[in-house]
């Protein structure tokens, strides 16, 4: 692995969806690890606990640098490498001309992505990748942190 980049595993989920929902990542650079999770205890939905990951995320990192990041979320990975710029240019609206869902983590996303060389990877989940394992187990605890299950 290249020490100069930051590699980079993320999840979110609900139980139900929408309902209660936690986020998760693993971030590794070289011998140096960090994982992160937090969670909402009140109604949100898969789509943006997915989201809220890789943002929570990269704003932890504390200088510009090059990114691998994994999610195995297709709604992230095709979000932000095919079709933000297009609602951008249409004013945050789908092709069909309704308001783009959660345009205010697609946003933060855009942002934090700004600040790095971010390279996207879509990677299946629940089929024995370590750190997206790791990063599923983070967002169940975050999701449980924030309904006060565990300490």
């Known amino acids: 692995m290249n020490e100069d980049?930051?590699?980079i595993h993320t999840d979110?989920?609900?139980?139900?969806?929408?309902?209660p929902g936690g986020w998760g990542a693993v971030l590794r650079q070289g011998e140096h690890s960090l994982e992160l999770s937090g969670g909402e205890p009140g109604e949100t939905t898969n789509n943006r606990m997915e989201l809220t990951a890789p943002i929570m995320a990269l704003e932890a990192l504390k200088r510009?640098?090059?990114?691998?990041?994994?999610?195995?979320s297709t709604y992230v990975r095709n979000g932000i490498t095919k079709?933000?710029?297009?609602w951008e240019r249409n004013g945050w609206r789908t092709s069909a001309k309704q308001?783009?869902?959660?345009?205010?983590?697609w946003q933060r996303l855009q942002a934090a992505c700004a600040l790095h060389q971010v390279e996207w990877f879509w990677v299946k989940g629940h089929a024995g990748v370590a750190d997206n394992e790791l990063a599923d187990e983070l967002a169940t605890r975050g999701m449980q942190q924030a309904m006060g299950l565990v300490g």
Do not use: I, M
């Open 99 to 105: 308001p783009v869902k959660n345009v205010d983590l």
């Open 12 to 19: 979110g989920g609900c139980t139900p969806n929408p309902g």
């Open 5 to 7: 980049v930051v590699v």
């Open 64 to 72: 510009p640098v090059v990114v691998h990041l994994y999610t195995d």
């Open 83 to 86: 079709w933000c710029l297009a």
